[in-house]
């Protein structure tokens, strides 16, 4: 199970949610006959077939179809490129599944409790997407949002153009590049609402990456480890990219895995045009 704390600097306001995904059947691969999933895998979605999915009532049969084909696609590509260190069914449903819906809930409460907006409709960038998480697992929980991800690396970028082409998303754009480059980009600067990454960099790197993207009034969120303390070291960076930490949101789980902690910050004011600095610079010369 599955439970958000958040608090702001001064204060602790308890949120709580239930379990977003339980296990659900895993689906035999049919559009990849180039990639054979090893036999623990196999063995893997044997076993969950038993397992309840009744906490998985507030998706469609569509969303449900569309994680599955996520999941599967995964596992199949990891087989060829690193995508993950995660190859075990149950353990993508955890680690990665789990992880990515759980940090809906104190976005949605702190977009609406910030914003005059609909969160219905969001623009929302996932830096350094990865394997498109969580940025793909959004698009598929909230599919009237507008999501952007956003990836440097090509093999990558060809993942998750084919992982949106499988899945039959409509509301993802795949975008190959630097957070360097697209922040001082007029297509892409201060454009989006909501600004994630999960398992990218440090707080200070993440401020530079991840904040010139951000509008006015919108919101920056990092995925992080317990009790981050690199938090504190991240301040200066965050003012001078024009924000501010508005609450930590902790998601305890009874899983191997432990706690996770989202660093939610506010974009209070426009990012100087001097930032991001030159690609690779915020990487090296942290602020």
Not at 138 to 149: D, E, G, Q, R
Not at 185 to 199: G, I, L, P, Q, Y
Not at 206 to 232: N, S, T
Request: with cysteine; proline share 7%; aromatic share 8%.
């Amino acid at each position: 199970m599955l439970a958000w704390r958040c608090k702001p600097p001064a204060a602790l306001f308890p949120l709580s949610i239930g379990t977003f995904v339980e296990h659900f059947p895993f689906i035999k691969p049919k559009a990849f006959p180039l990639y054979r999933i090893k036999s623990k895998s196999l063995t893997t979605a044997a076993a969950i077939r038993t397992h309840n999915s009744s906490c998985f009532d507030s998706f469609s049969c569509r969303q449900k179809q569309q994680i599955r084909l996520y999941v599967d696609t995964l596992l199949q590509w990891n087989q060829k490129m690193n995508l993950t260190a995660v190859t075990d069914v149950d353990e993508v449903m955890e680690r990665h599944i789990k992880d990515s819906l759980a940090m809906l809930p104190p976005i949605q409460d702190s977009y609406i409790s910030r914003s005059n907006s609909s969160i219905d409709s969001i623009k929302l960038v996932d830096v350094g997407t990865g394997a498109g998480l969580p940025g793909l697992v959004f698009a598929i929980a909230c599919p009237a949002w507008k999501v952007t991800l956003l990836e440097s690396m090509n093999k990558r970028c060809d993942f998750l153009e084919h992982a949106v082409s499988v899945t039959g998303l409509s509301n993802v754009e795949v975008v190959r590049g630097r957070a360097e480059n697209l922040g001082q980009s007029v297509t892409f600067r201060e454009k989006f609402d909501v600004a994630v990454a999960r398992a990218v960099a440090e707080m200070r790197i993440l401020a530079e990456y991840c904040l010139p993207l951000v509008r006015v009034g919108g919101l920056f969120i990092a995925a992080k480890g317990h009790d981050p303390q690199e938090v504190r070291n991240a301040e200066r960076s965050l003012k001078l990219m024009g924000a501010s930490v508005l609450q930590l949101c902790s998601v305890e789980s009874h899983s191997p895995y432990g706690q996770r902690t989202a660093i939610i910050c506010s974009k209070d004011h426009p990012t100087p045009r001097k930032y991001p600095r030159d690609p690779g610079t915020p990487a090296k010369l942290p602020l």
